[in-house]
């Protein structure tokens, strides 16, 4: 059997783009009380940057096909009106078929968080995926 502790570090490279349009009217009562301009409001916004992680990953081999991993990475930051946090959690199992080429499966937890704060008014963008995931690994 053997065992892996390994420090995690990286850049995502994010591109992000939000629009947001408003068009409609208001009614009370099915009267119209209020009726926008012709053209709708809208706001489109756009951002780029390489975003830092680091982490923790551990791996033990009880056979040498066969391994089970788990692995912390998160990164958080602020920029202007922005602020977010990315945290993704790990665990899988593998079996490596020969030198080259492995197979698996495991569960991953990912939480993205966004806020952005403009002329007083705060948005959100928050992402949570917790499922399976296969895989297939080459090694060289």
Do not use: C
């Not at 066969?66 to 990164?75: E, K, L, N, Q, Y």
């Not at 945290?87 to 030198?99: A, P």
């Not at 991953?108 to 928050?126: C, M, P």
Request: charged share 20%.
């Amino acid at each position: 059997s053997a065992y892996s502790l390994q420090g995690i570090a990286g850049i995502h490279h994010v591109e992000l783009e939000a629009d947001l349009r408003l068009a409609g009217r208001v009614l009370i009562d099915g009267v119209p009380v209020f009726t926008p301009p012709e053209k709708s409001l809208s706001e489109l916004s756009k951002t780029e940057a390489p975003l830092p992680h680091s982490g923790l990953s551990y791996g033990y081999s009880w056979a040498p096909d066969w391994s089970v991993h788990a692995s912390v990475m998160a990164f958080s930051l602020a920029y202007e009106e922005y602020e977010g946090a990315l945290l993704e959690f790990n665990l899988s199992g593998q079996y490596q078929i020969n030198r080259y080429i492995g197979i698996g499966g495991g569960l991953k937890h990912f939480n993205l968080d966004v806020d952005r704060e403009k002329k007083g008014e705060t948005s959100k963008f928050d992402f949570d995926y917790y499922g399976p995931t296969i895989f297939v690994t080459a090694t060289f």
